[in-house]
């Protein structure tokens, strides 16, 4: 069944383009290319007809084919660089001005879900939506402490809808990796698997007002960004109640510009806010359209909508930080490296081949303002190159590259001469060697201060009974790998080697540690230099055990 239902969703799709009289984008895609002949045979290529600008047809068209749609018309909004400024104009309206489902509606929603009636619950409560989106809408409303306060209501059944053409996804995704040659490079059911988990985190709204709560406590007191509070008491699945903020909406610059707020300070706090989220948060709003950002009369931001939220593994944070760290120096080779390292390109690439590449895309747009590249060029190049190479699409930073398209073309908007690299540069050059660095290795060891002093006093006694048991011939590992049953067998040659290494490493454990506790531990200073002692005993030995 379900096959029919996707074929009639395609013919859907398609009547709705040809309604709105986009038969020219339809038969322009290569399933119809072939049959573009018979478009001479349909009425309207003879006759005149009156029909809406190009901008407002394609909005229009979104709209009708469902939020998926939606979104995607949201996300190529914020590149006014990539679009005509009519079309651009048209899709800036479906980041809050979709059309409203009845306000009679969210009021029996918000009956539902809490038993009772708006009027009872609030104060007051708007039935006419202040803004209208693909999953939700908003309604005002004022709690009975006088608090000011917003609404959001999920769109009914609008589940259905997302999961009718996440399945449509999933169906063009394995025909694409099973008849297209790029398919699999791609990795496109991946792709839509990722977008499965973001699309459908997007309609809880409970999840929702947690990512908010912590967005906030991360930005507490900051003069960047501000963060409406949630008001827990009101939240359910799919109704969620916040504080009610005033702010200007980012893509108005006339009324910006009128305020006297600084275009460049706008710009280069949008991109150390991003790099903060990721890199000292790992939690960065992942949907940074224009609608979901407004400023302050004093130039902070304000974020709402926090349905899309994205985060990174610790490998993936440390190996983009590097890549990034790398570019920004030209350090090609490098950049190539961590590719290989991380798994991004097959083992057996050429390092030097890889670095060239690199190295042709990139340097023509260095020193350059934002207003004279794009990186959605750059990466469109880039990724043209990597193809060369059998690089594969990364599933887990698409959603961090959608995001970083988005504040390119926020800023391009605010301050077309913003500097990226001069902005982010200094940032990640502390995130480094906050993460990386020696002051790294001293966080780590007072986090693990505790358990290391639970098991220090057992840690002579263990290293006895090791070295013990390696004497008796009791000592049995077991190993996992041919080199390392190699490395047994000589271990097995060298047992005295074996021993000293491992007494001497123990000892100078035991003194590193004893050197990293804070000074209120170090009760004398005979213990300080009992740890010195220590560890500089363990390296001698260690160092005697590779001679013998």
Not at 252 to 277: H, P
Request: with cysteine.
């Amino acid at each position: 069944m379900r096959p029919v239902l996707q074929a009639w969703r395609l013919l859907h799709i398609a009547w709705v383009l040809l309604r709105n009289g986009l038969d020219e984008v339809l038969l322009a895609t290569h399933l119809f290319r072939s049959l573009r002949f018979l478009a001479i045979f349909a009425p309207w290529y003879w006759l005149p007809r009156n029909r809406q600008p190009f901008g407002v047809r394609i909005r229009l068209a979104l709209e009708q084919l469902g939020p998926i749609f939606v979104k995607f018309g949201q996300a190529v909004s914020t590149r006014r660089d990539l679009l005509p400024e009519e079309i651009a104009d048209e899709l800036a309206k479906l980041q809050d001005r979709v059309p409203p489902f009845p306000g009679k509606a969210a009021t029996a929603i918000i009956n539902q879900a809490f038993g009772r009636p708006p009027c009872e619950i609030f104060a007051s409560f708007s039935e006419e939506p202040l803004a209208s989106a693909s999953i939700a809408q908003v309604h005002v409303a004022r709690l009975h402490d006088g608090r000011e306060a917003v609404v959001k209501v999920l769109r009914p059944g609008v589940d259905r809808i997302i999961r009718r053409d996440v399945d449509l996804l999933f169906t063009l995704a394995r025909f694409g990796e099973r008849f297209w040659s790029e398919g699999k490079r791609l990795r496109l059911i991946e792709v839509v698997q990722e977008y499965e988990k973001t699309i459908f985190d997007e309609l809880d709204l409970m999840r929702e007002a947690a990512n908010a709560a912590l967005v906030r406590r991360n930005f507490l007191n900051s003069e960047q960004l501000y963060v409406p509070e949630v008001y827990w008491d009101y939240c359910r699945t799919n109704v969620m109640v916040m504080e009610r903020v005033y702010g200007t909406p980012v893509g108005d610059i006339a009324a910006l510009r009128t305020q006297n707020i600084s275009m460049k300070l706008l710009g280069e706090r949008g991109v150390e806010i991003f790099f903060t989220q990721v890199f000292r948060d790992n939690f960065f709003h992942a949907d940074m359209h224009p609608g979901n950002i407004f400023v302050s009369p004093e130039g902070r931001y304000i974020a709402v909508d926090f349905g899309i939220i994205g985060s990174l593994t610790k490998d993936d944070q440390r190996y983009l930080a590097e890549n990034l760290l790398a570019f920004f120096n030209r350090d090609y080779k490098r950049v190539a490296e961590l590719h290989v390292e991380s798994g991004w390109v097959p083992k057996e690439t050429r390092v030097d081949e890889f670095e060239a590449a690199i190295r042709t895309v990139s340097e023509p747009i260095f020193e350059k303002p934002i207003s004279e590249i794009s990186f959605g060029h750059f990466l469109l190049r880039l990724f043209q190159t990597a193809r060369r190479f059998n690089m594969e699409v990364q599933p887990q930073l698409v959603l961090l590259q959608k995001t970083l398209l988005n504040i390119e073309g926020l800023g391009r908007q605010l301050y077309p001469q913003l500097d990226l690299w001069t902005t982010a540069k200094p940032f990640l050059e502390r995130w480094a060697d906050e993460q990386l660095g020696f002051r790294a290795f001293l966080r780590r060891a007072r986090q693990n201060l505790p358990l290391v002093s639970e098991m220090l006093p057992d840690l002579p006694l263990k290293a006895n009974k090791l070295v013990e048991d390696a004497l008796q011939g009791r000592l049995r590992i077991q190993w996992q790998s041919e080199e390392l049953q190699r490395l047994h067998e000589s271990m097995q040659i060298h047992n005295r080697r074996v021993i000293q290494a491992i007494a001497g490493g123990s000892m100078l454990v035991a003194g590193v540690l004893l050197l990293t506790l804070p000074p209120s531990l170090l009760t004398t200073s005979s213990t300080l230099a009992f740890g010195g002692g220590l560890g500089l005993s363990g390296l001698i030995l260690m160092a005697n055990s590779g001679r013998s």
